[in-house]
């Protein structure tokens, strides 16, 4: 069996629990994966690094008693993403605290994580990594991957500029392994549109910030329920990297959303102003699919109404 075949028989929708900075905590990964999608969360989300150990523990123990008791029930693995890049100090320590618990997949994100591989490897994880262009993807598949996540334009946080049409059909060409594909995902119909254009899961992160579980202040949430495409704006400002914010948290901010001067990593000035209203927690990152969130709901109903409108979608197309 493939591996995107045995993950898939482990689920109840191809879904993939984005993870998304600060928001991404054990009571959403797990709540995700009990609804029959993968739930995951940044290794950096636990703090200090030795919690980190606690959060492991805890998902896998919880998931481990839920499959004990209906070994029916499908109960999604969980992963956790890796910031592979040399300001991350932190990465020897998370990796060898995924091996401990043997955290099923890792989501690797920036350079090529050949470091991940071999960890992952070791123990008999999986590793997938996030690609916004064609060569970002031939060097992960280079690092030995084994699977790919295509980041493209619309999705929430860091997002690329291509459309998931491109990026996708040219994947293809010559990887025919895991692929997963992000960008304004927040319907079940999506995610059928996803696999129909060939991608084996959908890759949904701003779906679940208006969650019961999310990690979101409350106005955060009610934020993302108000805002539709128009209120999401690309800017390169916050991070020095371009991303996908909320219009609505970046004037709270007192910037002026329509005239926002751009930046990169090297000209980043982490004494300046814009650097007190820390990205993330101040600046709200979320995707063009936000119109179609209407309301904070748990993630067991979120991944319900998903699922309904896949369904339905199936049927509308006689599959």
């Given amino acids: 069996m493939s591996l995107a075949a045995d993950l898939n028989a482990q689920m109840r929708l191809p879904v993939i629990g984005a993870p998304m900075f600060i928001l991404s905590n054990p009571e959403l990964v797990i709540?995700?994966?009990?609804?029959?999608?993968?739930?995951?969360?940044?290794?950096?989300?636990?703090?200090?690094?030795?919690?980190?150990a606690d959060w492991l523990a805890r998902i896998t123990e919880t998931l481990a008693a839920e499959r004990s008791a209906d070994?029916?029930?499908?109960?999604?693995?969980f992963a956790v993403n890796q910031i592979v890049h040399q300001s991350n100090d932190r990465l020897e320590h998370d990796l060898a605290a995924c091996a401990d618990y043997r955290v099923p997949l890792l989501i690797t994100s920036l350079r090529a994580p050949e470091e991940a591989v071999a960890a992952a490897h070791e123990y008999g994880g999986k590793v997938f990594h996030d690609v916004i262009s064609v060569r970002h993807a031939e060097k992960?598949?280079?690092?030995?991957?084994?699977?790919?996540?295509?980041?493209c334009a619309g999705a929430g946080g860091h997002a690329g500029t291509l459309s998931p049409f491109?990026?996708?059909?040219?994947?293809?060409?010559?990887?025919?392994?895991?692929?997963?594909?992000?960008?304004?995902?927040?319907?079940?119909?999506?995610?059928?549109?996803?696999?129909?254009?060939?991608?084996?899961?959908?890759?949904?992160?701003?779906?679940?910030?208006a969650s019961h579980?999310?990690?979101?202040?409350?106005?955060?949430?009610?934020?993302?329920?108000?805002?539709?495409?128009?209120?999401?704006v690309?800017?390169?400002?916050?991070?020095?990297?371009?991303?996908?914010y909320l219009r609505g948290s970046i004037e709270n901010?007192?910037?002026?959303?329509?005239?926002?001067?751009?930046?990169?990593?090297?000209?980043?000035?982490?004494?300046?102003?814009?650097?007190?209203k820390k990205a993330w927690k101040d600046i709200w990152g979320a995707g063009?699919?936000?119109?179609?969130?209407d309301q904070v709901a748990p993630v067991a109903d979120i991944v319900d109404r998903l699922l309904g409108e896949y369904d339905s979608a199936r049927a509308r197309l006689s599959l």
């Fill in 213 to 232: 579980e999310a990690g979101a202040a409350q106005a955060y949430k009610t934020m993302v329920t108000a805002s539709s495409a128009k209120d999401v």
């Fill in 71 to 77: 070994p029916q029930r499908r109960v999604a693995p």
């Fill in 166 to 209: 491109a990026l996708v059909s040219e994947i293809r060409r010559f990887w025919d392994g895991p692929l997963a594909v992000s960008g304004a995902i927040t319907r079940g119909e999506h995610v059928l549109a996803a696999q129909a254009m060939g991608a084996d899961f959908a890759y949904m992160g701003t779906r679940f910030i």
């Fill in 288 to 293: 063009q699919g936000v119109g179609n969130i």
């Fill in 253 to 276: 901010a007192g910037f002026d959303a329509d005239n926002l001067p751009s930046a990169d990593k090297a000209s980043m000035s982490f004494g300046s102003e814009r650097e007190k």
């Fill in 140 to 151: 992960a598949i280079e690092a030995g991957v084994d699977g790919l996540i295509a980041v």
């Fill in 31 to 52: 709540a995700q994966c009990r609804a029959g999608i993968v739930g995951s969360f940044p290794a950096l989300n636990a703090r200090p690094k030795s919690a980190l």
């Fill in 234 to 244: 690309y800017s390169s400002l916050f991070t020095g990297v371009h991303g996908n």
